[in-house]
């Protein structure tokens, strides 16, 4: 198994301001996901964190708005830049332990509001 | 598109009834996955299946396979179990994304003393 702790737990953000969510794991892991989940939606992937490289990520996300990084194979970041109200969310990391068909693991989630 | 439905979206029982929540998808899954999600918003998984029946504590899912559907229930419920339930599936083809997984929306679940 794996434990993930993810922090902020919740902030307050002025408009126009960057958060960034930090993600850490107790062991390594091989796959790491950043989720974005609005105010009555299911999750959303926003990208895959890869090691060493840049993220790769689904549609609708890009780099500018959503920077990651992951420098070593426990431990990531996610930005969310130049932030606006529609950006008032949950943020969840994951992760696999060896590959996307593994038990997935969830952090405690950060819930975001931007005023 | 293929996707995840869950009902019923809320749900409010007395402290003691059986609760069953159900999930459909729209075609061949590899896994299935049951989550919760307490009111702060963190995530714990509570099972992964591709077939059968699995059972922990109060809590019991199952799945058919040929009929698309997974239920998750718990029995004799307890104000502590109020949390929001979700049925995620990894599909059989390698879509859904990197993560492979495709999310219901949850069900907002709420037991009373």
């Known amino acids: 198994s794996a434990v993930i702790s993810q922090k902020p737990s919740r902030d307050i953000c002025q408009r126009g301001t960057s958060l960034t969510i930090q993600c850490q794991v107790d062991?390594?892991?091989?796959?790491m996901f950043w989720y974005r989940q609005q105010p009555g939606q299911s999750l959303t992937l926003i990208a895959t964190a890869n090691q060493g490289s840049e993220a790769t990520y689904e549609s609708g996300f890009v780099i500018d708005k959503f920077p990651i990084s992951r420098p070593n194979l426990t431990f990531s970041t996610l930005t969310v830049s130049n932030m606006s109200p529609e950006d008032s969310s949950i943020y969840l990391c994951?992760?696999?332990?060896?590959?996307?068909?593994?038990?997935?693991?969830f952090g405690q989630g950060t819930r975001l509001t931007v005023v | 598109k293929n996707e995840v439905e869950q009902s019923p979206q809320n749900l409010t029982a007395q402290e003691g009834e059986f609760i069953t929540i159900n999930c459909s998808y729209s075609v061949g899954i590899s896994a299935l996955h049951w989550l919760q999600q307490h009111p702060g918003g963190g995530i714990v998984s509570l099972f992964m299946?591709?077939?059968g029946k699995k059972k922990h504590g109060r809590l019991i899912a199952t799945i058919n396979i040929q009929e698309k559907h997974s239920s998750l229930h718990i029995t004799a419920s307890h104000p502590r179990d109020s949390a929001v339930y979700i049925c995620?599936?990894?599909?059989?083809?390698?879509?859904?994304?990197?993560?492979?997984?495709?999310f219901g929306k949850g069900t907002h679940l709420i037991i009373q003393p």
């Open positions: 299946l591709s077939s």
């Open positions: 995620a599936v990894r599909w059989s083809y390698s879509g859904g994304g990197a993560d492979g997984l495709t």
């Open positions: 994951s992760v696999a332990l060896r590959n996307r068909n593994t038990e997935a693991f």
């Open positions: 062991s390594q892991v091989t796959m």
